[in-house]
């Protein structure tokens, strides 16, 4: 790859572009459940009071999603930003290729549906199909029309038996709708069963709980995962329903995401879905952060996270490859975007010495996914991706997560002169917003502005420039409104009904150059920055902070360059 050209104009500063991703902050629509303007945060104030700052889109069509309908989420808004342009995403992508029916005409759909159409297991009994994925119709991780047009498609290709083994959600729907989407998709098998055709829900959890684990945060999830969809060692229910409702009794307040697990019995007692040799398995997500792990335990023969006991021959597939690198899953029914040129690959080619850090929760996204999902480094010597390790309890309980070691490594780094560039993520308002607990919220806000108000006072020092941004907005909607009226929705006790999803608001972005030089225009207010861009135009804008030009078909930085 070619390098960047320098744009002649531009005079360099003395500090490094910071690049500060609040993950989950944005501009809330409604005064009530707004937690990042209830929030005091004096620090971030000054800073926007001081600079020139704009909105950005970050959801729908911004970037890659299929409407405007659907919210943002941390994996496609840091592909948009440090991609530098949009690509159609994953529920895009899966969507297109069921509509079109690429996907059953593809190999991987053919040997998953082969493999058990070709004989009996090892009982006997038919060969069964099996989809383990996230039970709703969030459009983050999954939706349940890709997993009722696989049913569908099953059923037509002459297979005989399907289990669903369901990872409830109540973090980008409603935070108690787990019973919203069991009904009508009990409905929905009920009308597809007969004729010797038997589909049924195995087993499940909440996402929280089970399966759903990333990075390696939290390996007993996936045990816990694997433990009741693989062997059906769990405690039995006649439904999921029946689970869901003695769940909600035993524990007054549990929502969705934090379910227990279950599995399915039938009038025998015994499990209807444990996963045997020469079954198939789909793992119906479409992202990849939170499919790694369980993909892991069915495919990697060395694997060494916990005790799989029995350890089933399967034919295996992911919705989409979670992995180009490493090419994970070794079968996958989607393509993913084939993503290129991104900012990090530009930089490195311009000998642009650079630093990603964020916790555990968010290490993956500043590295992987800003990287346009691809894993290691594109220079070894230049760049530098630093993990600091995320606490492994309730977010709520600890809002402030490690917001503080972030803004300590971040403060060495601005001083000590030896990168050009860095990128930090503070978790905070994505993570503890996802729990609806208010005031913790409020705690995570709180916490994350006295550590960026230390990171502007080392910009200062050292003639840095901030760039600060989100991915998407969480923590600025954490109440469930009517979207007719406006109000906010309450429980039968009066209490707002949190909302425990990510919003459709415009995020933040502020330009903080302490040694300005007058380049661009760089009143402080608002309208000094281009207006109606995504968060895909940050790449620019901190390429041309860096003195370079960028890219012609990247999306336009916010700066409105003087001639």
Not at 59 to 75: C, F, I, R, T, Y
Not at 207 to 218: E, L, P, V
Not at 250 to 262: A, N, R, T, V
């Amino acid at each position: 790859m070619d390098p960047l050209q320098k744009n002649p104009q531009w005079k360099d500063r003395r500090g490094p572009v910071v690049l500060v991703i609040m993950d989950g902050v944005g501009y809330g629509k409604y005064k009530e459940g707004d937690a990042v303007a209830d929030s005091k945060m004096d620090a971030l104030a000054a800073i926007q009071a001081a600079s020139p700052h704009t909105k950005l889109k970050a959801h729908g069509k911004a970037v890659g999603l299929p409407s405007d309908d659907d919210m943002g989420n941390s994996e496609v808004g840091h592909n948009a930003m440090g991609c530098g342009r949009v690509f159609n995403q994953g529920a895009a992508l899966v969507s297109r290729a069921i509509a079109g029916g690429a996907m059953f005409e593809g190999k991987a759909w053919k040997e998953i549906t082969g493999n058990v159409l070709q004989g009996s297991g090892n009982s006997g009994a038919a060969r069964t199909l099996h989809f383990i994925g996230l039970f709703s119709d969030g459009n983050v991780h999954s939706h349940m029309d890709h997993l009722k047009a696989m049913i569908r498609r099953a059923k037509e290709e002459g297979i005989k038996k399907v289990r669903i083994h369901t990872l409830f959600d109540g973090r980008d729907v409603g935070e108690t709708s787990a019973l919203e989407y069991i009904d009508p998709f009990e409905k929905f098998l009920a009308g597809l069963n007969g004729g010797g055709f038997d589909a049924q829900i195995a087993s499940g959890g909440g996402r929280m709980w089970i399966t759903m684990d990333r990075y390696g945060a939290d390996w007993e999830m996936v045990h816990r995962g694997w433990e009741i969809h693989v062997h059906g060692k769990g405690r039995l229910f006649k439904s999921a329903r029946e689970a869901v409702e003695s769940y909600r009794k035993e524990i007054p307040g549990i929502i969705d995401q934090d379910l227990k697990e279950f599995v399915v019995a039938g009038e025998d007692g015994k499990p209807v879905g444990t996963i045997e040799d020469g079954d198939s398995v789909v793992y119906f997500n479409f992202r990849g952060d939170r499919a790694l792990e369980i993909t892991a335990a069915f495919e990697e023969d060395g694997f060494d996270k916990f005790d799989r006991g029995r350890r089933p021959a399967v034919c295996y597939a992911g919705m989409m490859e979670y992995d180009g690198d490493t090419h994970v899953p070794k079968r996958y029914l989607v393509s993913p975007p084939a993503i290129d040129r991104t900012m990090g690959e530009y930089l490195a080619a311009s000998g642009v010495r650079t630093l990603a850090i964020s916790e555990t929760q968010k290490y993956g996204h500043v590295t992987y996914f800003f990287n346009g999902n691809r894993t290691g480094k594109f220079d070894e010597t230049l760049e530098e991706y630093e993990e600091i390790t995320s606490d492994v309890v309730p977010f709520e309980q600890r809002p402030w997560m490690k917001c503080a070691d972030i803004a300590d490594r971040v403060i060495e780094a601005i001083g000590s002169g030896k990168y050009d560039f860095i990128r930090l993520n503070f978790p905070n308002g994505d993570m503890v917003g996802h729990t609806g607990v208010y005031q913790a919220v409020i705690c995570s806000m709180e916490a994350m502005d006295i550590q960026i108000g230390r990171i502007r006072k080392a910009a200062v020092e050292a003639g840095a420039v901030l760039v600060i941004t989100a991915d998407h907005g969480n923590s600025d909607d954490m109440y469930e409104h009517d979207k007719k009226t406006g109000e906010v929705s309450r429980k039968a006790d009066g209490t707002p009904k949190a909302k425990t999803s990510h919003s459709l608001n415009p995020v933040p972005c502020i330009v903080y150059d302490p040694e300005y030089k007058g380049e661009y225009k760089a009143d402080n207010r608002e309208s000094a920055l281009r207006e109606g861009l995504g968060i895909s135009s940050i790449a620019a804008t901190c390429m041309e902070l860096l003195g370079f030009i960028p890219p012609e078909d990247y999306d336009p930085s916010v700066l409105v360059m003087k001639q």
